[in-house]
């Protein structure tokens, strides 16, 4: 047995006697009320929902496990000098810190697993090139369900207790997938279907961005960081709690997924990352080229405002400060493409949005998410797709959703069915 799996076995039972005990104990303490405003306006802080992976502070931002952002880049087994994604999904699974032995297991583990299978090519073959590379994304997922183990044990009558391990392998197997999934489509959509086999020496990331057609090693490094940060962000965003929702029918871990995707793939979620490239080439276009200058950046964006759309990878739904997701990438970019145009715009918007933000006195948080970088570093080594650019957020998303619906799986959550009222009711209880 893998080293990943036998430390998770050794998780199960305190983590069950710990939740059991709780519940028992404490089960009708209040946690947390809901207000008619948050009723109506997307439940926001209503603490309904319990996820082990990692917690969101809005001033501090992401922990996983515990640790922030700088710990994690720290801590985590490299190869270079950025931590190794196969480090992250070890430490969300299992909270604790990998070694580097534990990583290359890993490594070698999704390397096995990967095959895929053909029919998923002529699946993604089938669909016209143009559609949008989410959309491909969550078909082949899908498409991937049919060697689902959760959905054939469930079929034999598994105990519920055992799900999780069904849970577990097909975590493993789509983890060791989705990268070749997912270069696949960049190649078919952008690159003539000229596809790139695997590098077998390479890591998971570093072989992500090989077979995308990046050998470049800062391109690589920059795919380990960008796997890493995207991974988790707590359960309410909408493609975790999405994950969590549909994993709580007992559909299985790619059916749970692809919906999760479908979530991410919206432009107040992850869609934003390509959202904020189109915004800034759109602003280069119509200025015929060149560095926008700080006024014309900041009357670009009165005009998004003032024709009722959201200036891209600014503001969040938690956080209340910059998103230490943005920080870490403005530290790769001051490091490895200091003079970067694109950069330098990202920078400049910076300056400029929050106080636009902040002087239209809507937004509770002016300042940037994590796709308010993603795109610039992806475009300076290369990949100007920017319709592709979700993919690689999802490619990462999965570990962290994945390794929640392992937990989800082995606590033994139920079905989630929150009550709804109507407005008839909110009105007769406001007036009792
Ligand atoms: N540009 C313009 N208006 C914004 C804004 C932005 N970047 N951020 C918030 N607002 C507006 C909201 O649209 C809302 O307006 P209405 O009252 O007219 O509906 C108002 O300010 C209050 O919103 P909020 O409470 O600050 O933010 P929400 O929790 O409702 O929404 C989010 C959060 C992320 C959807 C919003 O900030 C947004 O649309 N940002 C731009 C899109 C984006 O970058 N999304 C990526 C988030 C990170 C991720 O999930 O990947």
Redesign the pocket.
């Known amino acids: 047995m893998s080293r990943l799996k036998e430390k998770f076995i050794s998780k199960i039972e305190p983590m069950r006697d710990r939740v059991k005990k709780l519940t028992t104990d404490f089960g009708d303490r209040v946690i947390s009320e809901c207000t008619v405003k948050q009723a109506y306006g997307?439940m926001?802080s209503v603490k309904s929902i319990v996820t082990e992976t990692s917690a969101l502070d809005p001033n501090e931002g992401i922990r996983f496990r515990g640790m922030t952002i700088p710990e994690v880049r720290e801590r985590l087994p490299k190869i270079k000098e950025e931590p190794l994604p196969e480090g992250i999904f070890y430490l969300l699974l299992t909270g604790d810190v990998p070694t580097k032995a534990d990583v290359d297991e890993i490594t070698a583990e999704w390397r096995k697993r990967g095959e895929l299978p053909a029919y998923i090519k002529k699946t993604l073959d089938a669909m016209p090139i143009d559609t949008h590379p989410m959309s491909q994304f969550i078909i082949g997922i899908t498409a991937l369900q049919n060697e689902s183990l959760f959905a054939s044990k469930y079929r034999e009558g598994i105990n519920k207790k055992q799900l999780w391990e069904p849970a577990y392998e097909d975590t493993m197997n789509l983890l060791a997938k989705l990268p070749k999934v997912a270069a696949y489509i960049y190649r078919r959509s952008y690159k003539n279907g000229q596809h790139i086999n695997e590098n077998k020496d390479l890591d998971w990331g570093g072989n992500f961005a090989h077979m995308l057609g990046f050998n470049n090693e800062q391109f690589q490094e920059l795919m380990r960081l960008y796997l890493v940060l995207h991974c988790d962000h707590e359960g309410g965003?909408a493609s975790a709690h999405t994950c969590h929702l549909v994993g709580s029918t007992l559909s299985d871990p790619y059916l749970s997924l692809a919906g999760g995707m479908a979530a991410l793939a919206g432009?107040?979620?992850?869609l934003?990352n390509q959202e904020v490239l189109r915004w800034i080439m759109d602003v280069q276009e119509k200025l015929g080229g060149g560095i926008p200058t700080k006024e014309q950046l900041a009357k670009f964006c009165e005009d998004t405002?003032a024709s009722g759309q959201?200036?891209?990878?600014?503001?969040?739904?938690v956080l209340r400060k910059t998103d230490p997701r943005y920080v870490a990438q403005r530290e790769f970019a001051l490091k490895h493409l200091p003079n970067d145009p694109i950069f330098k715009v990202v920078s400049t918007l910076y300056d400029v949005v929050p106080d636009i933000?902040l002087k239209a006195g809507?937004?509770?948080?002016p300042w940037p998410?994590?796709?308010a970088h993603s795109g610039c570093l992806l475009v300076h080594y290369g990949m100007h797709e920017y319709d592709y650019y979700t993919v690689l957020f999802g490619v990462s998303r999965a570990m962290g959703v994945l390794a929640s619906l392992i937990w989800d799986r082995a606590l033994g959550l139920p079905l989630e069915r929150p009550k709804t009222v109507t407005t008839e009711w909110v009105e007769k209880f406001v007036r009792s």
């Open positions: 997307g926001r965003n432009p107040l979620h992850g934003a405002l959201v200036i891209p990878g600014y503001g969040h739904a933000l809507k937004a509770a948080n998410n994590v796709d």
